[in-house]
């Protein structure tokens, strides 16, 4: 899991990935579903609407890639997803092509398959 910033909170198990992007639950279970919330650049910005691209895979070739309109509640936007396979890598987007994407490096969450083996 790459996470540069980490702030966990253990009611909610949510974790802070970096300054602006958001997920909860932690740790991020096979099947279960995913809160992503983002108040990063392009909300700053005025972003009209904000996306989420997802996918699956290993961080250089993404599959089952979409795109997940996000809703703007006081000031941050929210999502669900499924998390499913074993990676989850995102970055964001407005509707004018505006991309934040972690200067590059989009984010990266790893699946766990909920087994304690």
């Known amino acids: 899991m790459l996470i540069k910033k980490t702030a966990i909170n253990t009611k909610n198990r949510s974790s802070i990935v970096e300054e602006g992007v958001?997920?909860?639950?932690?740790?991020?279970?096979?099947?279960?579903?995913?809160?992503?919330?983002?108040?990063?650049?392009?909300?700053?910005?005025?972003a009209d609407k904000v996306y989420t691209h997802l996918g699956y895979g290993s961080s250089d070739s993404w599959?089952?890639?979409?795109?997940?309109?996000?809703?703007?509640?006081?000031g941050s936007w929210t999502c669900e997803a499924l998390a499913?396979?074993?990676?989850?890598?995102?970055?964001?987007?407005?509707?004018?092509n505006n991309w934040d994407n972690n200067?590059?490096?989009?984010?990266?969450?790893t699946v766990h398959n909920g087994s304690l083996s």
């Not at 200067?103 to 969450?109: A, E, K, L, M």
């Open 22 to 46: 958001e997920i909860a639950p932690i740790p991020v279970t096979e099947g279960e579903s995913i809160t992503i919330k983002y108040d990063g650049l392009l909300a700053k910005s005025g």
């Open 63 to 74: 599959k089952d890639i979409k795109d997940i309109p996000m809703k703007n509640t006081k």
């Open 103 to 109: 200067n590059g490096h989009n984010w990266s969450i």
């Open 84 to 96: 499913e396979q074993d990676r989850l890598n995102f970055c964001f987007h407005d509707t004018a």
